[in-house]
């Protein structure tokens, strides 16, 4: 059989989900993948930390963040929702009757406020299916059906990328220690390091580049609500059960005003009544939250870029490498 060579750049769920296609794809040749990160640099998310996947109100013709979203959604039900890392449950959005103002937004994000039983009491709101997703069993599940793998060969190398340029015969990949890797197909899954680098790798201006947004989340482990894994959420902040024994939440352990805090310690007790772990992330937003895609197939060469996904990583780039990939295999560079 023929065989292909690729360099991947990054090893967050985008790059992990452009091998999820690879391996689900009947591919009549072989792939020789040369798999650029750098771990101490530019680190993926902890995968240690649930994503809430979830409409949330979002509808498509509204405009095309929204409908990208929206599809997107619809993708990740259709390819991981049937996977064990992958789990179906109650979203609870609680509107909080304060003013008009704020009665307004809940209505434009949902279209209307519904009553709903949760615990032992009645609430105003709205009650999405909606998923969350333990990382780290999809990024070891993956790492082993590669192994698995008899036409996909993996170089691994944690070096520190600092250009992409054009040459000759294809594209540059620039290391930290002035060494260059040559390939004619790159796909380039930059994360956080997107604006670091030159004009964020072919995209954007110099004054529009992605920005680093960093967050907080806290975990509370051995305990056990008795209940169906669940999400309770309001307008900035969530609570994650899992239906076992392990909660996450962006609510602060010192934060003294939390609705859903109090909601919680209504239904439960209090929500930091034992010690907690705190993992910490930082993503890559896009301008307008806009995620930035990048593809060119030309001189015998092919590119795709993808970043700026911020909160939408598990959704948009499952939809995007997908498309990316058939239009690849087929393009045969």
Same mark, same amino acid.
């Given at each position: 059989?023929?065989?292909?060579?690729?360099?991947?750049?990054?090893?967050?769920?985008?790059?992990?989900?452009?091998?999820?296609?690879l391996i689900n794809k009947n591919i009549n040749f072989n792939i020789d993948i040369t798999w650029i990160y750098s771990s101490n640099t530019f680190?993926?998310?902890?995968? !240690?930390?649930?994503?809430?996947?979830?409409l949330n109100g979002i509808s498509k013709g509204f405009n095309a963040l929204g409908d990208n979203l929206y599809d997107s959604f619809h993708c990740?039900?259709?390819? +991981?929702?049937?996977?064990?890392?992958?789990?179906?449950?109650?979203?609870?959005?609680?509107?909080?009757?304060?003013?008009?103002?704020?009665?307004?937004?809940?209505?434009?994000? #949902?279209?209307?406020?519904?009553?709903?039983?949760?615990?032992?009491?009645?609430?105003?709101?709205?009650?999405?299916?909606?998923?969350?997703?333990?990382?780290?069993?999809?990024?070891?599940?993956?790492?082993?059906?590669?192994? !698995?793998?008899?036409?996909?060969?993996?170089?691994?190398?944690? +070096?520190?990328?600092?250009?992409?340029?054009?040459?000759?015969?294809? #594209?540059?990949?620039?290391? #930290?220690?002035?060494?260059?890797?040559?390939?004619?197909?790159?796909?380039?899954?930059?994360?956080?390091?997107?604006?670091?680098?030159?004009?964020?790798?072919?995209?954007?201006?110099?004054? +529009?580049?992605?920005?680093?947004?960093?967050?907080?989340?806290?975990?509370? +482990?051995?305990?056990?609500?008795?209940?169906?894994?669940?999400?309770?959420?309001?307008?900035? %902040?969530?609570?994650?059960?899992?239906?076992?024994?392990?909660? %996450?939440?962006?609510?602060?352990?010192?934060?003294?005003?939390?609705?859903?805090?109090?909601?919680?310690?209504?239904?439960?007790?209090?929500?930091?009544?034992?010690?907690y772990d705190v993992y910490l992330g930082a993503r890559d937003k896009g301008p307008k939250r806009l995620p930035q895609i990048y593809i060119d197939?030309?001189?015998?060469?092919?590119?795709? !870029?993808?970043?700026?996904?911020?909160?939408?990583?598990?959704?948009?780039?499952?939809?995007?490498?997908? !498309?990316?990939?058939?239009?690849?295999?087929?393009?045969?560079?």
């Amino acid at each position: 059989m023929k065989t292909r060579e690729v360099c991947i750049i990054g090893n967050g769920i985008s790059a992990y989900y452009f091998l999820f296609s690879l391996i689900n794809k009947n591919i009549n040749f072989n792939i020789d993948i040369t798999w650029i990160y750098s771990s101490n640099t530019f680190t993926r998310v902890d995968d !240690k930390i649930w994503p809430i996947i979830s409409l949330n109100g979002i509808s498509k013709g509204f405009n095309a963040l929204g409908d990208n979203l929206y599809d997107s959604f619809h993708c990740f039900s259709k390819y +991981q929702g049937k996977y064990s890392y992958a789990t179906s449950l109650k979203q609870y959005c609680f509107f909080k009757e304060e003013n008009s103002e704020s009665k307004d937004k809940f209505l434009r994000r #949902h279209n209307s406020i519904s009553g709903f039983e949760f615990g032992n009491d009645n609430y105003n709101g709205a009650v999405l299916e909606s998923y969350f997703v333990k990382p780290w069993f999809f990024f070891n599940e993956i790492d082993l059906l590669l192994q !698995k793998q008899k036409n996909i060969k993996i170089k691994k190398l944690n +070096q520190l990328v600092v250009d992409v340029n054009e040459g000759p015969a294809g #594209h540059n990949v620039v290391f #930290h220690n002035n060494s260059v890797l040559k390939t004619r197909n790159l796909f380039i899954f930059s994360g956080t390091g997107s604006k670091f680098l030159p004009i964020n790798f072919y995209l954007g201006s110099k004054t +529009q580049r992605n920005k680093n947004s960093y967050g907080k989340i806290y975990e509370i +482990q051995n305990i056990n609500l008795k209940t169906e894994p669940f999400i309770l959420s309001d307008e900035k %902040q969530n609570i994650i059960y899992d239906g076992k024994s392990t909660i %996450q939440t962006n609510i602060s352990p010192i934060e003294k005003d939390s609705y859903l805090a109090d909601l919680f310690h209504a239904q439960f007790g209090l929500l930091f009544g034992k010690d907690y772990d705190v993992y910490l992330g930082a993503r890559d937003k896009g301008p307008k939250r806009l995620p930035q895609i990048y593809i060119d197939n030309y001189d015998g060469r092919f590119i795709f !870029k993808l970043s700026g996904l911020y909160k939408n990583a598990w959704t948009i780039a499952l939809k995007e490498v997908i !498309k990316v990939v058939d239009i690849w295999i087929d393009k045969k560079v």
